[in-house]
């Protein structure tokens, strides 16, 4: 290599480096502080949860946690915003299918299809996935006793899956406009599965199932499916 030689590729930049280590060593920390925080508040409540309960679970103190998420209600606001954010990335096919058929002005056995494959991805999510149940008694509580984070789920998650189901249910039925009758029927399809999680325990115990498993998941989707040809 001669004196005019370009080094830059082979030069390390430590600087850099640090900056890049130091951001990755904070996104872990604010990760760790969130789900922590999702099982305290899952647990206790936003009233009986404590930021310090939280912090110790995440294995940090105090001042972490004040600097990512501001306030004990910011960082509740953000577990909302995390348990959506895992909703959108699980469904994010299953909804672009059932947008496509609706902007499409699709018929019925479309919508139908498409509405299928919503509750089967549904399904799989909230029942079929363990980190569902992080943010699981968050949304119970929410839905028991509205708090910081009702406005976030309504208006993000809940209102839009029982617009986009009532839209695919009128489009099954060849209504004009959807009905007040879709309408419900889009509620009583998206409440069902969360329902069924909360109750496990007991449908377990009716259905004489030790887990729900893959059978069991492919049961309660065969029964949905079943609820929407009847449509």
Known sequence: MTMGDSVEGSVAQPGRDAVSNASRKGDQSRQRILDAALIEFGAAGFKSATT????????????????????????????????????????????????RTIEAASGAEEARDALKKLMAASVELILGNATYGLGSGIIARELAEPGPAFDIFYDRLWLP??????????????????????????????????????????????????????????????VLHLQIDRM
């Not at 409440?191 to 049961?219: K, N």
């Open 52 to 99: 310090r309960r939280i912090a110790e679970r995440a294995k940090t103190t105090l001042p972490p946690l004040n600097y990512y998420f501001g306030s004990k209600e910011g960082l509740y606001r953000a577990c909302a915003e995390e348990i959506v954010a895992r909703f959108e990335r699980a469904n994010h096919d299953a909804v672009a299918a059932a947008r």
């Open 161 to 222: 899956g029982i617009e986009r189901n009532a839209r695919l249910i009128s489009r099954i039925k060849s209504e004009p406009d959807v009905s007040a009758e879709s309408r419900v029927q889009s509620i009583l399809l998206v409440s069902s599965i969360p329902s069924f999680h909360t109750r496990r325990v007991v449908a377990q115990r009716a259905m004489g199932w030790s887990a729900i498993g893959a059978a069991e998941l492919a049961l309660v989707t065969k």
